[in-house]
């Protein structure tokens, strides 16, 4: 059975993952730096019986992670490389999965996830077969040339998160960066859809072409040929020159079609043909024009449910949701919400009122308790209005209050009514009062343990107890401390 290699400078990490190990019956070895990890790659190999899986921290003395897996992916026989972080962010995320990472965790991590993710990558066969390997990774005295798609490109600064649900995003941003494949983005409006694709095309070979966007809905039908296409002059009335399209000035980066499922259905065999021969007609045109373009779409429709309604093209559909990729709305992000919105108070507070803005907790609950239907887009209008309003150097729930007022009754009338109900209904075992307490304290623990991802320390900080404290409350409340 092929080990595992632990690389983390943080001894307290190393003795967690062992100890996973030998739960899973894997043998392992330990590296507290990536210099001590390339030692040991080169002592023990890749074979049969050598090093099949890096556990690999980021963060190390010396070389990064980073560094280190852009060497190890590189070479022949290459282990499995899972990248952990307690940095959570898509710049991490998707710079691990370029460099050819099998999965990314963040710290705190789930040690079950992480049983199951050993169990499944020691027992997988290596890429680039047994048979024909050595055994050991060759010595280098300079690490394999990071492959063209490698660059170091700033991404988005808005697309924000650090919830798992943005974390399976970022990673796939990073799997799909590294080929050709055609993308399908579907999510909500307000999602996120043109952000994802703008970090799809900066970590691409084509990073240094163009980004054109269409937008599919805003078109009117009788010129979206003209406008995917181009027209030769005289194709039609006003039609006074030769014009390009969307198609032709992307050429060499990517096309974003936006609203894809707008595109008439009488079009979409055309684009379907464009798609497929990788050749364009322009309208009047007599001879085809070959194209060059990586095209990523996006929907906040249903296309499968359009398909089988016949609104949409089986074989269209297919041929754009190559990889598809769903972006979670923000109300399945809960622990995105605060980071979003101080994210945007720092984007826009210096520019509007010319200072640093703080985000009061009594702030943080009512956005916390909002359903937001608007997804990421409503939640920055309502901190650039809460802005606007405020005149000192904190928002806190009076300039949230007229902004979103369903969240602030909501969250008067849930705590009022369940006051009531115990006050109006029989008395409970052990009191009135100690059932209230139980009421609230229960899901407050539930949420900060979902917060910090079960991790019992970080939930006591931010609880404002210490750690022994949290744990008898949540024996006391039946809640199995982990």
Not at 163 to 185: N, P, Q, W
Not at 333 to 341: C, G, M, Q, S
Request: proline share 5%; net charge neutral; charged share 25%.
């Amino acid at each position: 059975m092929r080990k595992v290699l632990i690389v983390d400078d943080e001894s307290s990490i190393r003795f967690v993952l062992a100890r996973t190990c030998e739960r899973a019956g894997v043998p392992y070895e330990e590296a507290g730096s990536a210099e001590e990890a390339r030692v040991k790659l080169r002592a023990l190999g890749t074979g049969p019986a050598g090093i099949g899986l890096l556990l690999l921290d980021v963060r190390l003395p010396g070389d990064d992670g980073l560094k280190l897996l852009g060497e190890v992916a590189g070479r022949s026989n290459s282990p499995f490389v899972v990248v952990m972080t307690a940095e959570d962010t898509m710049r991490t995320a998707v710079e691990a999965m370029k460099r050819g990472a099998a999965d990314y965790l963040g710290k705190p991590f789930d040690l079950a996830r992480v049983e199951r993710i050993i169990l499944d990558l020691t027992a997988a066969p290596i890429e680039n077969g047994d048979a024909e390997a050595t055994g050991h990774l060759e010595e280098r005295s300079e690490p394999a040339a990071a492959p063209r798609h490698f660059r170091d490109v700033a991404l988005p600064e808005t697309l924000v998160g650090r919830s798992s649900a943005m974390i399976d995003v970022f990673k796939e941003v990073g799997r799909v960066a590294r080929t050709e494949m055609t993308v399908l983005l579907m999510g909500e409006s307000g999602t996120g859809k043109e952000l994802v694709a703008r970090a799809v095309h900066s970590n691409s070979a084509r990073s240094t072409g163009p980004f054109i966007t269409v937008n599919m809905a805003a078109l009117p039908r009788d010129l979206i040929e003209s406008e995917l296409y181009g027209h030769e002059k005289g194709s039609f009335t006003g039609a006074v020159e030769r014009r390009p399209g969307k198609f032709e000035l992307a050429s060499g980066g990517t096309l974003f079609l936006d609203e894809i499922g707008e595109l008439p259905i009488e079009l979409q065999a055309k684009l379907l043909r464009v798609l497929q021969e990788r050749e364009i007609d322009r309208v009047g045109g007599s001879r085809a024009l070959p194209v060059d373009v990586r095209v990523v779409a996006a929907t906040n429709a249903d296309l499968a449910r359009s398909v089988e309604e016949g609104r949409f093209r089986r074989d269209l559909y297919y041929r754009l949701a190559v990889v598809p990729v769903r972006l979670p709305p923000l109300r399945e992000r809960e622990a995105d919400v605060v980071l979003l919105a101080r994210h945007f108070l720092a984007r826009y507070g210096q520019q509007l009122k010319g200072r640093a803005v703080a985000l009061g907790k009594d702030a943080e609950a009512m956005l916390l308790s909002h359903p937001w239907p608007g997804n990421v887009r409503e939640l920055q209008n309502v901190i650039q209005r809460a802005l606007l309003k405020l005149n000192g150097s904190r928002i806190g729930a009076a300039e949230l209050s007229g902004l979103l007022p369903a969240a602030a009754a909501a969250a008067e009338r849930g705590l009022s009514g369940l006051v009531h109900s115990m006050l109006d209904g029989t008395e409970p075992d052990g009191g009135r009062y100690q059932a209230a307490i139980e009421a609230v304290e229960r899901p407050l623990i539930a949420a900060a343990m979902a917060r910090t991802k079960g991790n019992q320390l970080r939930a006591a900080e931010l609880l404002g107890m210490n750690r022994n404290t949290l744990r008898e409350r949540m024996r006391a409340l039946g809640m199995k401390p982990r």
